[in-house]
């Protein structure tokens, strides 16, 4: 069954695929491009443009700066990852720090995150 999806996001959901953060584009281009799961870079899902999105493994993959560690930000963060998991959605959120100084272990993370959540994944 497909997700709900907000199509007038659409122009929006382009313009962040092109103007990811420093960090999406490390982790899209070091790794996220080339794994043997399809993964879609900023997808419409409901009402919210998701940074990461592996449809097989039901996976949302968030790269947070800091502005998502302020009190409203971090609050609105898990009202929006409560209504993805409602959807059946599992959601990693990784900051940017994690991303430039742990990159090898978000990597790792993320890859057995996937192959936890889905069945019949080959090895690489």
């Not at 907000?6 to 794994?35: G, S, V």
């Not at 443009?49 to 592996?54: E, T």
Request: charged share 30%.
């Amino acid at each position: 069954m497909p997700l709900p999806k907000n199509n007038k996001l659409l122009p929006r959901a382009r313009e962040l695929r092109k103007d990811m953060t420093q960090h999406e584009r490390k982790l899209w281009y070091l790794f996220l491009r080339r794994y043997p799961v399809k993964i879609y870079k900023q997808r419409i899902i409901n009402n919210f443009i998701v940074d990461f999105y592996c449809y097989e493994a039901k996976l949302v993959i968030e790269v947070d700066g800091t502005q998502h560690y302020m009190e409203k930000a971090a609050a609105r963060d898990l009202e929006r990852d409560q209504a993805l998991k409602n959807l059946g959605l599992f959601v990693l959120r990784f900051s940017n720090y994690e991303i430039d100084a742990q990159f090898d272990s978000v990597c790792e993370q993320i890859d057995l995150t996937i192959r936890e959540r889905t069945t019949g994944f080959c090895d690489k």
